[in-house]
């Protein structure tokens, strides 16, 4: 069950990002797909091989005419369209899928604020703190003068005096 609401705060953490892998995903598969297809189809040779020259030659011509978009829903090169399609799809899901489990939180105290007083709950923080006077440790957190017993205390953090 745990793992089920990590997964779902991910989702939700990271919304605006999935949206915009997915039109992302749209214009690559539009832009890239398409001509990789046709020109591959174009530059096997009768003989069954694969010219590589003449796919470097007439990629980037492809790309750029847009009209590819078009005539790689003919027969001669659908099914070379949906075999890249479907590769290229598998690689983005594989990359996109990467980035959003590095993205994940990293424990329970990630992206808390540092040198808050968010570690106490309710005011348990004033069992050993003032809230009215003394040494100025944060915002409505003093160490008291008045208060018996040992006062060493180590602040870790900044120190802004102007």
């Known amino acids: 069950m745990k793992t089920v609401e990590k997964i779902k705060s991910g989702v939700k953490a990271n919304k ?70 479907l590769v290229f799809t598998i690689f983005f899901a594989f990359c996109a ?23 106490s709950e309710k005011g348990e923080q004033y069992r050993v703190l003032s809230k009215d006077s003394g040494i100025i440790l944060a915002e409505d957190n003093y160490l008291p003068l008045n208060k018996r017993g040992n006062l060493n205390t180590l602040i870790v953090g900044r120190f802004w005096f102007w």
């Open 97 to 119: 899928i990467t980035g959003f489990l590095k993205s994940k939180a990293h424990g329970e105290y990630y992206d808390i604020e540092h040198g808050s007083s968010d570690w």
């Open 16 to 85: 605006k990002y999935l949206i915009i892998m997915i039109v992302l995903w749209i214009i690559l598969s539009i832009v890239l797909v398409a001509p990789i297809a046709q020109t591959a189809v174009d530059s096997m040779l009768p003989n069954g091989q694969f010219d590589l020259t003449n796919f470097i030659e007439e990629i980037i011509i492809n790309i750029t005419s847009f009209t590819s978009i078009f005539q790689v829903f003919s027969a001669k090169y659908i099914g070379t369209f949906f075999t890249i399609f």
